[in-house]
């Protein structure tokens, strides 16, 4: 057994509920002879299930577990087959209870995850994921129209904020919608771990609180094929030097925009007929003030073609 993967959660509640009566049957999505990795399924009344059920290499599925008794130390992690990343913790909501992960960006393969409670970690529950080595072929893909770092008009004191929207084909709002939040490891400076998942409200919207130290934070619609808005960026309050050796804050106004700490806005659209999906980074509107721009990420690689 490699255990690649494991995380113990903690009694929250989660921001929506999560149906509870879907299936899973990975085993007819495989090729004919695609080797299976073992997977014994346990008896009881524990299930497991993923969200999207047939999820995509570089996309990122919810792992979904329901169980009637009140289980404690629970976790999921890939006990055989293609190791993925950690699971990290959404919530719990629901009676029966279920509790909730979000894992991504996907390697393609096929995994076996199970579900572990209790202080000795006994496992519950497994199910096979495959994971399909391309994006799903003749849907909408969620284009970024916008990734915005805030100017000093914008801005206010304080604000450390990051406003997601995510639209139809018509620009109409999409109540429900699953944005990801990724990071690469970096220095929190004490601070807790930021969401894994945002889900937008009523009017397509959500906002979150981009108080973390130093670190560059990714987004992504996980509801479909998805552009990834990059760069992100938080830092500590601190100055920077400008090119005349003076320090500049960029609004020169004591706690708004000081180097590294941004807000922005960033919308999705979902866009019938998208051939790719990017890596966008922001527009650096914010930094115009002070030169050289000292915090920036490059794409991470071509577009991926749908």
Known sequence: MDAVTSLDTRAAADAHAVPVDATHDVASALEPDAPLPPC??????????????????????????????????VGVRVVAGTPQPEARWIGVSGTPHVWSWSMG?????????????????????????????EPPMGGAAFKVTQNHQWTCEEEY?????????????????????????????????????????LVTGEDGTVRWENYYPRCFFHLRVTDGPSDTAIEIYTGIWETQRDASGADCNYCNEFAQNVWGHWSYSVTFRRTTGATEICDVPTDHAGQSRCAPLMHWEEPRGPCTAL
Do not use: F, K
């Open 40 to 73: 014994e399924p346990l008896g009881g009344e524990a299930s497991l299930r993923v969200e999207p059920v047939l999820p995509w290499v570089g996309g990122s599925m919810r792992v979904l577990a329901t169980a009637a008794p009140d289980y404690t130390n």
């Open 157 to 197: 004191e304080w604000a450390i904020n990051v406003d997601v929207r995510v639209e139809d084909e018509a620009g109409a709002p999409l109540p429900g919608a699953h944005v990801a939040l990724e990071h690469e490891p970096c220095d929190l400076r004490g601070a807790a771990e930021p969401p894994a998942e």
């Open 105 to 133: 960006p996907l390697a393609a393969g096929t995994s076996c995850l199970e579900l572990y409670a209790d202080p000795a970690m006994t496992p519950y529950a497994r199910t096979l994921v495959t994971v399909s080595s």
